[in-house]
């Protein structure tokens, strides 16, 4: 158990809604990051934050956005959802964001559209 | 453009033998790799990781080799068991414009036979 959760664990929704997905660092973390993971492919970083503020970017599209709350969780949304966002997305925290920090991984949420 | 390349998806090998997985990546900025491996259902967990300033780490059965000039990492497993049967993700990190991000490869599914 890496401390860090995400909710829910699994999602079926349809094409063109919204969807919210939730993460819990690990206690103390300042810093999470969101991944996506599709088929086949590797972990592509979506974006980071740290201590309520964005602090990297990554190959996040328009239509999905993050935000990291005064309690530190963070949430994912993901909106105007296309068959081609169908895949894992991971939550990863570390303590203070910075280089070579090891990041922690959530177990995932696993995001079906139909 | 795939900065960080696993060549093998799978790698199948007996109990007791070394597992060696293999990565490669072609950006020079890189400057700290990593290992996660990752069980079905679980987030990626870390494993080793390396500065680029050393060519070599070790953590009890895991070893992290690094040749920079060849841009190349492997991970060897020594001796191999059952239990690490996983896809281990090889990631690189580097520092761009104030944020460090990491890259991660596609993976490569290990499985040790008994």
């Known amino acids: 158990d890496s401390g860090v959760t995400q909710t829910p664990k699994h999602l079926i929704t349809a094409t063109g809604q919204r969807v919210t997905l939730r993460c819990s660092p690990r206690?103390?973390?300042?810093?999470v990051y969101w991944y996506q993971q599709s088929l086949d492919q590797g972990l592509q970083f979506l974006i980071q934050?740290?201590?309520?503020?964005?602090?990297a970017k990554g190959n996040i599209l328009e239509r999905f956005s993050a935000q990291q709350f005064p309690d530190l969780h963070s949430e994912l949304n993901l909106s105007s959802l296309e068959l081609g966002d169908s895949a894992l997305y991971f939550c990863?925290?570390?303590?203070?964001?910075?280089?070579?920090?090891?990041?922690?991984f959530g177990p995932g949420t696993r995001l079906l559209v139909l | 453009d795939q900065q960080v390349k696993q060549n093998s998806p799978s790698l199948s090998v007996q109990e007791g033998r070394i597992s060696i997985l293999n990565c490669d990546y072609t950006?020079?900025?890189?400057?700290?790799f990593l290992w996660y491996k990752k069980y079905p259902a679980e987030g990626p967990t870390f494993l080793i990781s390396i500065s680029s300033i050393k060519d070599k780490n070790e953590d009890g059965r895991f070893t992290v080799f690094l040749n920079k000039s060849a841009k190349h990492l492997s991970l060897h497993i020594v001796p191999s068991q059952p239990g690490d049967s996983a896809v281990y993700f090889c990631a690189a990190s580097s520092y761009q414009g104030g944020s460090e991000k990491l890259v991660f490869g596609k993976g490569t599914k290990l499985t040790v036979n008994p």
């Open positions: 990863a925290s570390s303590a203070r964001g910075v280089k070579v920090e090891t990041q922690y």
């Open positions: 206690s103390g973390d300042l810093s």
């Open positions: 950006n020079s900025m890189f400057d700290y």
């Open positions: 934050y740290y201590n309520g503020e964005e602090r």
